[in-house]
């Protein structure tokens, strides 16, 4: 009967790297042989997707009375919307790491602070080069400029504390407190255009009596955001894979320098 | 919960006098707008409530990376994580008596300095009673940047940089209201009572913030 029983046993190697059920990411060794798989992939099609985007930002017409100005729209809109993202992943995996204690959302609040810090910049920059020629002036104190402003200051507070300690669990865990407390800003940049009568204008894709902005524009935008959104998850998962190695690497030097240490 | 109040409060007034020290530091900064921007009285009685709510925000977060520092160091913030109160509300108290202590002062400090900044009578009034409403919201956001500053080996300045960016609204509402008060046409009651909400609303997620962190940031 001892044959039998093998045939029941699982092969560790094929068997280890199967994910079947989402909670099956949790074990970041699962997570790696996934990310191996897909990171190619979502690569190659945020590249396909930029080039149709920016094709499109290019070849489209201009507005009729921006002009050509209107293409900073299909940076600078995304990128916006990516930094409110980028906040919204982090406090989603914010919570994953109080509540379920999880090595790998710690990783990834971790590896998403300098992202959105960086989308974040781009949408100030972009915005403040378009606002020059259309408001006239580079940077105007109204509400949501301000209030994305701070959302870019946080993201650096959020990063100096990272790098402020050393022990990466207690890092996280702390962080990620700081992070579901400023994730109020969130809402108020929003509807910080809705609620204040102010220079930059309302939102005028996502809305209840749909999009004013005409198709002509909206294709472009459309495409970019989308290709915007995967580079930041390519982006993400790449920089968490990075995390992990590091991680990784730190613990076996570790380990290394203890067994020395015992050799001696 | 009154004892610990007593004795933080004790404490506070005892140990260097940090409520004075919050105090000087904010006529300190007061005194230096008008090096600033000029001894133009129109003008600073113009700015003065800005100037008056910068400098209390300011000061405020003086003394905030030691709300829990020194409990640190003695050891007893590890017999509050211990006992069996909830430990939001102790650090509610502690938050309370840390007000007391060093924001109370800042707002019956304000409208002597409102008198250096040539604003008139409703002006003064309406700073010291948005301060009186805004401080503890200042307070209450503090606390979780106090709390996150007990894990770091070198809080301090970070601290405020955390801080900062939350406290924001605020400072927002804190001077519309003022200036509500003062200009004509803009109703005083919408902003006041929105900096009103946002002092309650800190109230709760502020010592729950920080309970939360104080429980992570030990080992």
Partial sequence: MRPALIVFQKDPMTESFAITKFSDLANPTRFLALTARILPWMAGITALLFVIGLYLSFTTEGDYQQGDTVRIMYVHVPAAWLSMMCYTVMAISAIGTLVWRHPLADVSHK??????????????????????????????????????????????????????????????????VLILVGFVNIPIIKFSVDWWNTLHQPASVVRLDGPTIDAEFLWPLLVMAVAFTLLFFTLHVAAMRNEIWRRRVTAQRRMAARMAGKEE | MINLLLRDLKLSVRAGGGALIGVLFFLTVVAVIP???????????????AILWIGAL?????????????????????????????????????????WIATGLPLVIASPLLGLFMNMNEVAIGAVMLTLLAGTPAITFIGAVGAAVAVALPRGGLLVSIL?????????????????????????????????????????????????????????
């Fill in chain 1, 111 to 176: 590896a998403a602070a300098p992202l959105g810090a960086a989308f974040t910049l781009i949408a100030l920059v972009t915005g403040s080069l378009w606002g020059k020629p259309m408001w006239g002036t580079w940077w105007v104190w109204d509400a949501r400029l301000t209030s994305v402003f701070v959302l870019f200051l946080m993201y650096l507070g959020l990063i100096a504390l990272n790098r402020a300690l050393d022990d990466p669990s207690r890092a996280a865990r702390v962080s990620a």
């Fill in chain 2, 35 to 49: 090096f600033g921007v000029g001894p133009d009285l129109n003008l600073l009685s113009r700015i003065g409530p």
């Fill in chain 2, 58 to 98: 300011l000061s405020a977060l003086l003394g905030l990376d030691r709300l829990f520092q020194t409990d640190r160091e003695d050891g007893s913030l590890d017999l509050m994580l211990m006992q069996e109160h909830p430990l939001a509300l102790t650090v509610l108290v502690k938050c309370l008596a840390h």
């Fill in chain 2, 163 to 219: 801080v900062l960016p939350l406290a924001i609204p605020v400072l927002i509402f804190g001077v519309s209201a003022s200036y509500a008060a003062v200009e004509e046409p803009a109703p005083f009651m919408p902003p006041f009572l929105i900096l009103v909400a946002l002092t309650m609303f800190f109230a709760v997620l502020g010592p729950v913030g920080a309970a939360l962190a104080l429980k992570n940031a030990g080992d």
